[in-house]
């Protein structure tokens, strides 16, 4: 399926100029629409300059060439605007929710979620979606007349459920969240904005969720082959990857491995984006929805992957687990990077004076969750190297990860 020319704005496309408004109502910009201003906000925040200096799967020290979470988020954003400009949904929407997607991520990536999970297991855990959701609602502070980036309504909605709804018709929480209730940031917002919990989110939100797994599936397998985690006769174990590995080697049998890397990465990810669109576009016209909001009361997403190539997925998903993600080099640093994420937690809530003045006033009124959360946002918000230069100054011994 072709997927070179723009179709006409689909008629259950997210529109600009009807947007459900921001929290803190602005007079309209006279050269920027609602979801382009969104992209705007987000690309000038601290939190999205951060993710260059934060892990995606290597620490910042292993080398230059492994994705960061800034170069993982560039990568999403630009698929996601494919997918989008195929269908005829909004690009700019489309965008923002990519570029948005990481800014909660902690730093030494999900080690270092896993480290603040713990440290707020007493007051319902740490979620990276939810500190997303905070970061762009309250952490960011650029703006005088409110905290956060006063992001709409169709941003902040997909934001939080990209993954699917949060919550049934009722209210009560649905399966991922039954037994930890619905994170904290989240819940909170909620009460302010309604972001209606119990539905789909938009088919921007939903393409720009899928944009991130095939973003991550292509080139964790690029970096994989770079770190040597494994080589590519391990790969063709992996049906669709032998499939265009074989491709690739009848057509060009003399291409040297790295340019035969990058012809694998290229045409995997060409492969994923063509197979959603065939599916997405099968699901709309089954479903033939007339506006966004026939999208969010779906009883199933619109946009995915075909039954082959979910299957697909989870396949180098399954390949990728054992041979990369849980590769006993990336488990000794990363259960390092938890220590010292830890360390650096029972620090500051022990001695809040440690932390930058702006910091140190922690919240009174004797909540001592509100005190843990405090601790846990300022943690969040480092980057690995400034992680690390902390747990340097405030401790006598910090060993390298490696």
Known sequence: MAVEAALARAPYASAPGSSRGRLYPEPVSATRNAFRRDC???IHAT???RLAHKTQVFVFHEGDHFRTRLTHTLEVAQIARSLARALGLDEDLAEALALAHDLGHPPFGHAGERALDRCLAACGGFDHNAQTL????????????FDGLNLSWETLEGLVKHNGPLTLRDGSPSEPYRERGLPYAIAVYNNMQDLQLWSFASAEAQVAAIADDIAYDAHD????L????????????VPLIHGILRQIREQHPALDPPRLVHELVRRLITQMIEDVIAETSGRVRALAPRSADDVRR????VAGFSKGMAEADRAIKGFLYPRMYRHSRIMHIMDEAERRVCALFARYLQHPDDMPAEWARVPEGGDEAARLRHVADFIAGMT???????????FDSTPELR
């Open 384 to 394: 690995d190297r400034y992680a690390l230069m902390e747990h340097a100054r405030l």
């Open 226 to 237: 770079r770190a040597g985690l494994f080589v590519l006769e391990d790969l063709a174990a």
């Open 40 to 42: 705007d906000r987000i």
């Open 47 to 49: 939190a999205f300059r």
């Open 134 to 145: 905070r970061v762009v609602t309250a952490l960011e502070r650029r703006y005088p007349a």
């Open 298 to 301: 779906a009883q199933q997403p």
């Open 221 to 224: 397998i690029d970096d994989g």
